[in-house]
T-cell receptor, first 107, second 112 residues
Framework: RKEVEQDPGPFNVPEGATVAFNCTYS??????FFWYRQDCRKEPKLLMS???SGNEDGRFTAQLNRASQYISLLIRDSKLSDSATYLC????????FGQGTELSVKP | NAGVTQTPKFQVLKTGQSMTLQCAQD?????MSWYRQDPGMGLRLIHY???????DQGEVPNGYNVSRSTTEDFPLRLLSAAPSQTSVYFC???????????FGPGTRLTVT
């Protein structure tokens, strides 16, 4: 079993849609959680950290469920510019990256 | 601030050749890492360093060497290139009191 697993993609959604990504992790001792965004053929960049109480940044909401060992990312009112690959990242010592979920937002 | 820089951007090698991928950062970050990214595999850690003079192996270290003589530089050496090393290589750095990794633009390596 992979240490970090994400929803298979790609997700193809129309502009304005709400889309949710899930990610599960296997190490219950993991301490910190993040979502990174990677544009096509570019480097990953931090999108947001994920806190136990859940956190929101504009149209983006991240949730953590430690009991079930999963993390989610909700994007509301999708924009064309949200098209990218979203990487779930878990830290328990080292950073472990999920394989990513591709999002394509269409007009 | 240039952030994290990597050279070259693209490289084609023949099997058995050696080369060094360069990585430098100007943010005075102590932690630096090398990852490779392959389709469907995500980013996998090759080697990392928590400070000058200190390096350690990651998940997929075979066929690669690193050294860290300065805080700024963290080169990755391919000893004898193999087609299985065809990949995109990312260097990253972060401060010890932060979990945010800053990545370089990547090196796209093809081994024929």
């Amino acid at each position: 079993r992979k240490e970090v697993e994400q929803d298979p993609g790609p997700f193809n959604v129309p502009e304005g849609a709400t889309v949710a990504f899930n990610c599960t992790y296997s190490n219950s001792a993991s301490q910190s959680f993040f979502w990174y965004r990677q544009d096509c053929r570019k480097e990953p960049k931090l999108l947001m950290s994920v806190y136990s109480s859940g956190n929101e940044d504009g149209r983006f909401t991240a949730q953590l469920n430690r009991a079930s060992q999963y993390i989610s990312l909700l994007i509301r009112d999708s924009k064309l510019s949200d098209s990218a690959t979203y990487l779930c990242v878990v830290q328990g010592g080292k950073l472990i990256f999920g394989q990513g979920t591709e999002l394509s937002v269409k007009p | 601030n240039a952030g994290v820089t990597q050279t070259p951007k693209f490289q084609v090698l023949k099997t058995g050749q050696s080369m060094t991928l360069q990585c430098a950062q100007d943010m005075n970050h102590e932690y630096m890492s090398w990852y490779r990214q392959d389709p469907g595999m995500g980013l996998r850690l090759i080697h990392y360093s928590v400070g000058a003079g200190i390096t350690d192996q990651g998940e997929v270290p075979n066929g690669y060497n690193v050294s860290r003589s300065t805080t700024e530089d963290f080169p990755l050496r391919l000893l004898s290139a193999a087609p299985s090393q065809t990949s995109v290589y990312f260097c990253a750095s972060r401060a010890p009191n932060s979990f945010e990794q800053y990545f370089g633009p990547g090196t796209r390596l093809t081994v024929t």
